[in-house]
């Protein structure tokens, strides 16, 4: 039997036109057999409410969501898992026969690459954590979650970190020690995770880098950038050279694709295609 249409998923966001998500989501339904659509939406912020409705109905199997969308679409959903409610956003919708399930892969996405690309298990260590926005939000929840033992938060707004670190413990009941962030960042000589979860380094500003201070890094210091364009910023290209481990933020957006993948067709995600299209597109943008 002939069947000529596709099951849809959309990125609602404002703007969206150079977010590359939809060519490693489309390599992947091609690569799965799936006849399925990966769709970009620009979605103004007042018409939010109504095209999420009009996914609903048109049947659309899932949604990401990103900027400015991540929080507002929250009230909007029938229910939000847990991990999300306790990041305070949404950028990944599942639907669950006539229900839409907001989750949140980010930092999911993270840990994965964490585990699975650098080796590392976070139960138990100490980790820096340079920013305290949407990324860092997501990120700080789920090394929470997995049980790391202490979190040092540092930004150039200490009321936004404190901020991060009371949602912090509300939800997970980590207490963050929270650092202003001056000069020169000091690495503690027990930090096992440095994490940059701010927009330095980010195309077309790849030579920005925060200042640190590496003189007492352990060896066993594994460095971390949720900056996924270029895949090697300048921090992680300063880090490799001195000899620490090193993970990209390249690895965060695909494994975040990956759950995705996996929330809304129910299938295994085949994460090399999605790696190498998202690696290929970005190389083109450059």
Known sequence: MLDYTYQIVGLFGH??????????????????????????F???????????????????????????????IVPLLDEVAPAAVAIGAVNTVRRDGDRWIGENTDGKGFLRGLEEDAGVDPRGKRAMLIGAGGAARAIATELALAGIATLRIVNRDPERARALASALAASTGL??????????????????????????GL???????????????????????AVFNPAETALLRRARRQGFRTLDGLSMLVYQGVIGFELWTGQAAPQAVMKEALAAALRTRE
């Not at 007042?46 to 991540?70: S, Y």
């Open 15 to 40: 703007p969206v036109a150079e977010n590359p998500t939809g060519v490693m989501q489309e390599a992947a339904f091609q690569a799965a057999g799936l006849r399925w659509r990966y769709l970009n």
């Open 42 to 72: 620009d979605v103004a912020p007042a018409r939010l409410a109504e095209c999420v409705a009009a996914a609903k109905v048109l049947g659309f199997r899932g949604l990401n969501v990103t900027i400015p969308h991540k929080v507002a």
């Open 175 to 200: 207490t963050a020690q929270i650092e202003s962030w001056t000069g020169p960042l000091v690495l503690a000589p027990d930090t096992d995770l440095l994490i940059n979860a701010t927009p330095l």
């Open 203 to 225: 195309y077309p500003a790849v030579n920005q880098e925060p200042e640190i201070d590496w003189r007492t890094a352990s060896p066993h210091l594994t460095v971390c950038d």
